[in-house]
């Protein structure tokens, strides 16, 4: 694959200061992991999503929950970092400030050596009392969904579900991040998804330049600065290689 990166945006990430990115399934769809909206492959494509992944749902069929979200735990322990995990990992070292934001609850990203990152949405393989919120390792596995050995309680993945709020930390410190970065990536985002689509409008609100990285449009193609069309683990190791001799020289 070849790609010629505009020299406005290999100019502009010479020179940054900061970087921040935020990642969405696309990132893992080269891992084999399937993301939520793609038309023939997304998990929504064949489960609706307020059938699976609300409170309510797990309310009503706790045991049904449980076990969609072990098939998924399984997908996930087969899966391997791809060249995008990668490529991001190695971007912290290339500027003085790099922070990475992702939706994936699927631990890619700490698995391809991620350090400086914030899980907004959870993951998927830690496990929580669906009563008290506390982290529980050592439980019945026998068991769908098992009891909390604490207070009996179900216990559940510990991922945030539609109509349930971001960590509040994690989204005092995302929103920080948009606003002081010079250049905010969304990568592998079909972008709509609140609050953390959210995000790169207050990057641009900030003056930030945005850069999409997708093989599909989306809803923020048209408004961040450069959309580069083509799958992540593709075009993140090129967009590397042709900034390192810039990036060394500063
Ligand atoms: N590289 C980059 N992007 C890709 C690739 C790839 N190889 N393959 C697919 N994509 C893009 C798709 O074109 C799509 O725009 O990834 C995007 C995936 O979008 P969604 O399925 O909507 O996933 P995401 O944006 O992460 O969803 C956000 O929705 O249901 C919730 O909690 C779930 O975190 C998730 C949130």
């Known amino acids: 694959m070849s790609i010629s990166f505009p020299a406005k945006l290999t100019e502009r990430l010479a020179a940054a200061e900061s970087v921040c990115v935020l990642t969405g399934s696309g990132v893992s769809a080269e891992s084999g992991v399937p993301t939520f909206r793609?038309?023939?492959?997304?998990?929504w494509a064949k489960f609706e999503p307020e059938a699976l992944a609300t409170m309510e749902a797990f309310q009503r069929n706790p045991s049904m929950i449980w076990d969609w979200y072990?098939?998924?735990?399984?997908?996930?322990?087969?899966?391997?970092p791809n060249a995008a995990?990668?490529?991001?990992a190695n971007m912290e070292s290339l500027f003085p400030r790099f922070s990475l934001i992702t939706q994936n609850v699927d631990g890619l990203h700490q698995a391809a050596?991620?350090?400086?990152?914030?899980?907004?949405?959870?993951?998927?393989?830690?496990?929580i009392c669906a009563d008290e919120g506390c982290v529980i390792e050592d439980y019945d596995a026998s068991q769908s969904p098992p009891p909390c050995p604490r207070c009996a309680a179900?216990?559940?993945?510990?991922?945030?579900w539609f109509g349930e709020a971001i960590d509040?930390?994690?989204l005092d410190k995302a929103i920080a991040l948009a606003d002081e970065?010079?250049?905010?990536?969304?990568?592998?985002?079909?972008?709509?998804?609140?609050?953390?689509?959210?995000?790169a409008e207050v990057a641009m609100q900030a003056g930030a330049c945005v850069v999409e990285i997708n093989p599909q449009r989306t809803v923020l193609s048209k408004r961040a600065n450069f959309a580069l069309h083509g799958a992540a683990g593709e075009v993140l190791p090129l967009l590397i290689e042709t900034l390192t001799p810039a990036l060394s020289r500063n």
């Open 85 to 88: 995990h990668y490529a991001l």
């Open 154 to 160: 179900y216990l559940r993945p510990d991922v945030v």
């Open 70 to 80: 072990e098939w998924r735990r399984k997908l996930v322990r087969q899966a391997k």
């Open 168 to 170: 509040q930390g994690s």
């Open 181 to 199: 970065c010079d250049v905010f990536f969304a990568i592998g985002t079909s972008a709509q998804v609140q609050p953390a689509a959210g995000l």
């Open 38 to 43: 793609d038309a023939q492959t997304g998990l």
């Open 113 to 127: 050596g991620s350090q400086k990152m914030i899980e907004f949405h959870g993951n998927i393989m830690r496990t």
